[in-house]
């Protein structure tokens, strides 16, 4: 099956910088993947996706980049703020629909 | 639209009782996953019903079970609690056009096992 590894598993940047977060995946059938943040008390909301014909996505402040040959896509948070601390889970989905998580990165971003 | 909703959304029980949780999805949804969350484990696949039928299973125990109705609306039961079964249960529902499909999270029910 699948194999979804994510680093770092914290991560504290300082308000206004960048953060990224990295996941590789070991399934070549795999051909989706989402992003989702988790805020304390709530279930995992999507933020961003990637399928794989695409090499990037960008949706204001965030984007995910995808490298297929290696088999790793990360995301990237520019101009963090307060309200971006949360924990971040990567996925990976195969064509029969079966999601991989990630094992999830807790964002600290230090006012 | 509303989103996916989850019942209860705390629950106690003691080891040996059996629980049933509830999952509604995202009107017209027609898939729903369900996912067990603890910290030490992350979220981990149980299983994703699409049309009343059970269409993936992850690598849980048969104590785990689930089943959908006409309406796309699933429970999950679980019986003979044991206390290492205390986790978030989150829910997940996709329209599901294709092979694959964005899944779209409930809030979860916290289920704690004394």
């Known amino acids: 099956g699948e194999n979804v590894e994510q680093h770092p598993s914290t991560l504290s940047v300082q308000e206004g910088d960048s953060a990224v977060i990295k996941c590789t995946y070991s399934?070549?059938?795999?051909?989706?993947f989402p992003w989702y943040k988790q805020e304390l008390g709530k279930g995992p909301q999507l933020i961003i996706d990637?399928?794989?014909?695409?090499g990037e996505k960008k949706d204001q402040r965030i984007a995910v980049t995808l490298n297929k040959t290696a088999k790793h896509f990360s995301l990237h948070i520019t101009e963090t703020q307060p309200e971006d601390s949360a924990v971040y889970f990567c996925?990976?989905?195969?064509?029969?629909?079966?999601?991989?998580f990630g094992t999830g990165t807790s964002l600290t971003v230090i006012p | 639209k509303a989103g996916v909703t989850q019942t209860p959304r705390y629950l106690i029980k003691t080891r040996g009782q059996q629980v049933t949780l509830s999952c509604s999805p995202i009107s017209g949804h027609r898939s729903v996953s369900w996912y067990q969350q603890t910290p030490g484990q992350g979220l981990q696949f149980l299983f994703e019903y699409f049309s009343e039928t059970q269409r993936n299973k992850g690598n849980f125990p048969g104590r785990f079970s689930g089943r959908q109705f006409s309406n796309s609306r699933s429970e999950m039961n679980v019986s003979t609690l044991e206390l290492g079964d205390s986790a978030l249960y989150l829910c997940a529902s996709s329209f599901l056009t294709g092979d694959t499909d964005t899944q779209y999270f409930g809030p979860g029910t916290r289920l704690t096992v004394l």
């Open positions: 399934d070549s059938a795999s051909n989706y």
């Open positions: 990637i399928r794989s014909n695409v």
């Open positions: 996925a990976a989905i195969n064509t029969g629909n079966q999601f991989y």
